[in-house]
């Protein structure tokens, strides 16, 4: 039933942005919502759930309302409807490769609430909750190391060469680390449920705050410190919460945010969802289709200068190959720091099948993380790490220019790191165990 809903509210949206774009966009709107009730259920994959919940928030109402009120961003004027129907086909096109991706698998059972002996086993005890503690706090002590990378709203001062590393080793990765640690003192101390568990995390969580404050840090390291926690609680129980609460804060505080840290420095002002700056990825997509001549097919370049922005300018790879680099934009955009869908750099690689075939790609590796997510997994560094990539989807899937490579990136480490701590011990206790039952 889900998979004929999806594929007939595909054709819907086609045929209705082939007559007005406004129209197309509302039908994905319409399709998200249907797909997210269908994907309410305990057991579905949480990969879907959040893809759904990021094309409703980024791709639907907003550019349904910004055609039909013929908004202008960055000064490039009002853009014809038949680049929005293009824009659309590229994120159709997407959303049936990641569609296609799952034919033939079923939905998990839903899981039964795990036993007390499970929850102590892979819980751990004192010591790893000492150790991930400790972590935290060397992190959140070397964010003090180069103030100046970090107390400051956007942008990086100074033009030192080595300036992108060490705005990861001395920003970036020390406040994803203070948030995983977080994440995983939280998980410890719903498990173990005593004083000193729900302190370590509580001491944690104000370090998290202070660090990782709406002032000087960018919401990617929000969303791929702190959204773990959520896909963790409720990715499989209360889905609807999740699906809300993603939509929410990056509708809802995107904006507010953007007033906080930036309205101080650069004069932004509050504008709303939909039409908030955040929210213009198929403007951005549209524009470029509409403005740019026909690119040199990239067979896989473009993507690669793409991702590769996590490097210095110079090493970019492939710096032709970037479309937000064309004179032809440069000279009609008034921001340079715009941000492509990935989906729409797949399509200036291998043209309509681009996205296709990105979708499949995505869906079919998130099907593995999938399995991974469960509540009562023990909390290692390779189920950190599949909840640290489930919820960096959502700044992904909005375009990796805008820095989705490094936080991920520190994020990745971050969850590594934060298993590895907290699992340190369980091998020995296991082991201790049956010993201790026998000597009793």
Same mark, same amino acid.
């Given at each position: ?57 980024? *791709? ?282 990935? *989906? ?97």
């Amino acid at each position: 039933m889900r998979a004929l809903s999806f594929w007939s509210g595909i054709a819907i949206a086609f045929l209705c942005g082939s007559i007005e774009p406004a129209w197309g966009y509302a039908a994905v709107c319409a399709l998200s919502l249907v797909q997210l009730s269908m994907l309410g259920a305990p057991g579905a994959s949480v990969f879907l759930l959040i893809h759904y919940a990021t094309i409703l928030t980024y *791709f639907s109402l907003a550019p349904a309302m910004q055609i039909a009120a013929d908004v202008s961003f960055w000064d490039t004027g009002v853009i014809g409807p038949v680049a929005h129907m293009q824009a659309l086909t590229l994120l159709l096109l997407y959303m049936a490769g990641v569609e296609a991706a799952r034919f033939g698998m079923r939905d998990t059972p839903a899981l039964a609430p795990a036993d007390a002996g499970h929850q102590m086993q892979s819980a751990g005890v004192a010591h790893p909750a000492l150790l991930l503690l400790s972590g935290a706090i060397s992190a959140f002590a070397s964010l003090f190391i180069r103030p100046d990378l970090n107390f400051i709203a956007r942008g990086i001062p100074g033009a030192d060469e080595s300036l992108p590393v060490d705005y990861i080793v001395y920003s970036t990765l020390p406040k994803l680390i203070v948030l995983i640690c977080f994440v995983a003192l939280t998980i410890h101390a719903v498990r173990r449920r005593t004083v000193w568990s729900w302190c370590a995390a509580g001491l944690a969580l104000a370090m998290a705050a202070f660090a990782a404050n709406p002032v000087n840090t960018a919401r990617q390291v929000l969303l791929i410190g702190l959204l773990p926690l959520f896909i963790h609680a409720l990715g499989r129980g209360w889905r609807w919460t999740l699906a809300l609460l993603i939509f929410g804060a990056i509708a809802g505080l995107g904006p507010v945010l953007n007033l906080v840290s930036r309205g101080t420095f650069w004069g932004e002002s509050l504008t709303t969802f939909p039409y908030s700056q955040d929210f213009d990825a198929m403007y951005v997509v549209a524009g470029i289709i509409e403005r740019a001549s026909e690119p040199e097919l990239g067979w896989g370049r473009y993507l690669l200068s793409a991702f590769s922005f996590i490097l210095p300018r110079d090493l970019k790879l492939f710096p032709d190959f970037d479309p937000l680099g064309w004179p032809a934009i440069l000279g009609n955009f008034s921001q340079a720091n715009l941000s492509l869908p990935p *989906f729409t750099t797949a399509y200036f690689d291998f043209g309509l099948a681009g996205p296709v075939m990105f979708g499949l790609a995505i869906s079919a590796g998130f099907r593995v993380l999938d399995r991974m997510v469960d509540p009562r997994a023990a909390l290692s560094g390779s189920y950190l790490c599949a909840l640290v990539l489930l919820a960096a989807y959502v700044p992904f899937l909005r375009g990796p220019i805008l820095g989705w490579g490094p936080f991920a990136a520190s994020g990745l480490i971050a969850a590594l790191l934060a298993g590895l701590l907290s699992s340190r011990f369980r091998p020995v206790r296991r082991r201790a165990a049956p010993y201790a039952s026998g000597a009793a």
